[in-house]
């Protein structure tokens, strides 16, 4: 069964995790800026990481048939140097043009500091003056509630941006009500000890339903899995779900979230397209 | 805005019958790690913020709730709503320390 992983930072696996992803059906990703678990000392180190994303790693993904898109940004991590961040985010606009940019992520908060809100803040304003689709971190285990409120607070009150094209990305079962309720995409990361296991994942699509919904394996240089999303279907098969509300979930709705944006090639079905002429609040709804 | 939740296909007995043993092994792996707490306890251990939000987080699990697993998760999250004035470490350490004194 094909699949699309949303969330996947290849650039920390190996080529045999390519293969591997490729033989489970995943025939295209988004690869999101992060923190690689230091702190890099210049922009410069930025601006390397940027080129590795938009050149090299499409390259090594199409060899196994997988088409590679990323999300640029100066990541939670690293967002409460301040100095830094706004170094970064001056430099980020000549990459976004390039073909598999998809947008702005994953900017959000880490730690919930004033000086990674400030960094958000900023981030979101570049997003809405290049029209750019937005992929939010929300934090980790304790910190998770209170982020993501305050995330979701920032959005509302900005007023500029369009909710169905930001994905807010690692909702569980007590944020993902206030993502969904305010018209986002909500992501869930299937990551074996931090984040949500597959029963899990599935036992919140049957609590808030399978719309706007997305599932990836958030792999990375941690403990983690290239291939969680076939794993997830797997359990929604052991759990006796129908083959067509499994591809919903790992094909359907990811290529309709992200075929707002031109620079994605793949089609997602007539029935579910996002872009109606007209809509959006910024009047176009247009492509990004 | 939400759509209708999915309908989960099987039975409460299908349930129990494919699910039962592997909540069972994980059921006995909790038993163990708080008996090995216990256990280095006895040596002289201190008392752990974490160690207690988790044993109160167990006491919940036969409470009635709508959802049992949302109870749990805010027993671990922060609950207040300020921002941190300055980062104090990098990473989350999976429960909340009520304790925990901000600096302004």
Redesign the interface.
Known sequence: MQYIDLHAHMTSRTTDDYYQMALTGCVALTDPAFWPGFDRISADGFEDYFHHLTDFEPKRAARYGIQHYTWLCMNP?EA?NRKLSKEVIARLPKYLDRPNVIGIGEIGL????????ETFKDQIDLAVRFQKMVLIHT????????GT??IVETLVKDGRIRPEQILIDHA???TI?MI??N?FWAGITLYPQTKVSPQ?A??I????????ICVSSACDWGPSLPAAIPQFAMEMR????ADE?IHKIIYENPATFLAQSSKFRMKPPPSRRLTAPGAGRNGSGKKL | MASQPLKCPMTKQQILDEHFIENRTRLLDIAAFLDRLDRTGRDGGEADFRAEVFSEAIALLWRPSPSRVKTIQMIFSDPTTAPLALLDQKSARGAYDRDRREAP
Do not use: S
């Open positions: 991590k409460d880490n730690r919930v500091t004033r000086n990674e809100l934090p980790h285990l304790e910190d998770k509630y209170k409120r305050l569980e079962e007590h009500d969904i309720e018209g899990r599935i036992d699509l049957e609590t808030v339903g399978p719309d706007r052991r759990r006796r779900y509300t």
